[in-house]
């Protein structure tokens, strides 16, 4: 038995890993944040079905239909199988169980990398057991998306240091492109690991340059735009404006009547950062802000 684990570590690791997720996938019902429900998965199940809420975000082009897209693929498999929706969800998420294994996988190549087996060994085991790994690993959020192709990015800059192959230089070029499709605020991170990739190589600039804009150029017509935000299909229910959440005790015209004194005080109080800004500057700012709401 010990001689068949020495001789499949990495697999080893990803099984463990595997084995705390998977229940989770299936059986677990947890919402770490509201956005996995209005802004992917309902999203999602809107492109198949062709009903539900539509988030104001989605109706001015502000969300990426990138994500939502991709979760909507395996719930649309499963709406042609004949299955029930609640089955397109668990796929959805044993799926982005499967994508959270490039953590662990390069936790364990680092690990040898730099300490051999036993180094794999104590790495990719943590990164399996780590509990905000795992607990995470269901949940369609960019943040643990970009990571999961963040980190494999770095593991092969790391490599393309090391060996020179262009095989890990043009890896690590898409996956930075990838993470920055998904997360474009992790771009401060991006660049400082294309950076370490590239160093003053002008091959490996140009290798990583290219495999970087290959996911941003295929990615471009998902990306959040006025032109990318889908219409609201017959049956679905509008959620037109942040502002139009209900408050318990307060009506509508209470909830406008006081958005506009708050941002009338913002444009023409002494406390305003506004020194600088002409008159007719603020009154227009204020005039919008009015119309606005």
Do not use: N
């Not at 993470?179 to 990583?208: D, H, Y």
């Not at 959040?224 to 005790?249: D, F």
């Amino acid at each position: 038995m010990r001689s068949r684990l020495a001789a499949h570590p990495l697999g080893c690791v990803l099984a463990l890993a595997l084995a705390l997720r998977l229940p989770l996938a299936i059986w677990g019902q947890d919402i770490v944040a509201p956005d996995e429900i209005i802004q992917y998965f309902g999203q999602a199940h809107r492109l198949v079905y062709g009903h539900g809420p539509v988030p104001w975000e989605f109706q001015v082009g502000m969300r990426s239909w990138l994500l939502p897209g991709l979760l909507a693929g395996p719930i649309w498999l499963v709406k042609a199988l004949g299955g029930a929706p609640i089955t397109g969800l668990i796929l959805d998420k044993i799926l982005l169980c499967l994508a959270s294994l490039s953590l662990v996988g390069c936790a364990y190549g680092w690990g040898r990398m730099f300490h051999g087996a036993r180094g794999g060994w104590i790495a990719g085991g943590l990164a399996a057991l780590w509990p905000d790994l795992w607990l995470m690993a269901p949940h369609p959020l960019e943040e643990s998306l970009s990571a999961y192709a963040l980190v494999p990015a770095c593991y092969f800059a790391t490599r393309a240091r090391q060996s020179e192959a262009r095989a890990h230089s043009l890896a690590a070029g898409a996956l930075l492109g990838l993470s920055f499709v998904l997360r474009e605020q992790l771009a401060p991170a991006i660049a400082l690991i294309g950076l370490m990739l590239c160093g003053r190589s002008p091959r490996r600039w140009a290798l990583a340059l290219a495999a970087a804009g290959l996911p941003v150029l295929l990615a471009g017509g998902w990306i959040g735009s006025p032109g990318a935000s889908l219409s609201a299909p017959s049956g679905s229910t509008s959620i037109s404006t942040p502002c139009s959440a209900s408050l318990p005790g307060v009506s509508a015209a209470s909830r406008s009547a006081s958005m506009r004194c708050i941002c009338w005080r913002i444009g023409s109080g002494p406390s305003s950062p506004s020194p600088g800004w002409p008159g007719a500057g603020r009154a227009g700012c204020r005039c919008w802000l009015w119309r606005r709401w």
